[in-house]
Every structure is written in C-alpha cells, then in structure tokens.
C-alpha cells in the first residue's frame, strides 16, 4: 500500500509545473477596453527585491488602477503604469509616461535574465536609476534590453491578453490615444485571503442559522 502511495505522489509531482507560482508576488490584473481579460504577472523579488516590491505596495494602494496602456509598439512592447499622469480619468496623452509615484526613484537592478515575450521590466529615463511605477510586457524578444532595464517578472497567464491590447501610432513612437488600461490589480495572495475569509464568513453564518432552526 505504501509502495503504491508513494507511486501516487511521484506521479502527482510529476505532473506539477516545475515553478509553481508565489501568489505573495503574483500581480492580477484586470484589463479593460477594447481588450478584456485576466494578466498574471509572477514577480521576480530573487532578482529586482526593490522594485517587485514597489509593485506589490503600488498595486496594495491601489494606484495601478484606472491606469492606461499609454505607449504600446507592434512587435516589441506594451507600456503602463504612469500612477501620476496615466490615469484613464482625465487622460492626456501629451503627458502619459512622463510621471510616477511620489516615492523615491528606485537603484538599479540589472540581470542576465533575457528580455523575452511575456518578460515585465521596469521603464526608467536616462539615468539607470530612476524607475519609479511605469513597466512594460513584451510582446517579442528584445535582447538589446539585456542589462539595461531591470527585468521585475514575467507573464505567467494571459499573454494572449497582452498581444491582444490596443496597438499605438508607430509614427508617435506607440502612443495610443484611446488605451486600453488596467480596471484592476491586486496580489494574488490578497484575492486568495478575501476568498477564504468570505467563505468563512459564509460557512458562519450557515452554522448560525442551522442551530437557530
């Protein structure tokens, strides 16, 4: 019996994904427009600790909500997060992608990792070390990115969204004038603990009215 267990087991871990998700630096993001869907993004806080968590505490105070998809570019990448002048109330694309939060610019942290489809990396200006809250998914392979913007994650569902968002004017450098934009982001682990304290909640309150019967 438990030479047949253990069969079990190796045959269950087998079948499991190699990198199992951390949903504590898991990214879901809900976006809305002319493209809907669901984009998971797996954070990479082994490899760009400051800025997976800039991310994380962006997203817990809500200020990646609303936030457009300001420059995008066929065949390369898609730009987001401008918190300061990205928002979809009150867009203008004139200013789209020249803000960021009113934390501090963030150090560096440059890898080997390679910028690839679905990897997210953080969008700065000329100074290595002024990324703030932008990043951006990329469509394709970009390997002239290599050590020059901090690679933060990658997509692990719904890259089939990302390729789908709204295209900018190649000609204006990817700006889209009517974007595509994020409705919703939250942390995984946050989605998962409302879950579990509504269900609860919901099994509390049957217990309750099942002894007041």
């Not at 994020?182 to 995984?188: D, F, I, L, W």
Request: aromatic content about 8%; glycine content about 8%.
């Amino acid at each position: 019996m438990r030479f047949f267990t253990s069969l079990i087991a190796v045959a269950a871990f087998a079948a499991a994904p190699l990198f199992a998700a951390d949903a504590e630096n898991t990214l879901v993001i809900e976006v809305a427009g002319e493209t809907t869907g669901t984009i998971e993004i797996e954070l990479r806080p082994d490899v760009a600790p400051q800025h997976a968590e800039r991310m994380k505490r962006l997203t817990r105070e809500g200020l990646y909500d609303g936030v457009v998809f300001h420059r995008v570019i066929p065949g390369f990448m898609a730009q987001t997060g401008d918190v300061e002048h990205g928002k979809l109330e009150g867009f203008n694309l004139r200013f789209a992608g020249l803000g960021g939060s009113a934390l501090p610019d963030l150090p560096a942290e440059f890898s080997d990792i390679n910028y690839e489809t679905g990897v997210v990396g953080m969008a700065r200006s000329q100074d290595p070390n002024s990324a703030n809250s932008q990043f951006f998914i990329m469509f394709d392979e970009g390997s002239f990115l290599n050590g020059k913007y901090t690679v933060v994650g990658r997509v692990s569902v719904g890259q089939e969204v990302v390729d789908a968002i709204k295209k900018g004017d190649e000609a204006a450098n990817g700006a889209v004038a009517e974007p595509d934009y994020m409705k919703t982001v939250m942390v995984k682990s946050d989605i998962e603990a409302a879950a579990k304290a509504a269900a609860e909640e919901a099994a509390s309150e049957t217990t309750t009215e099942t002894s007041t019967d």
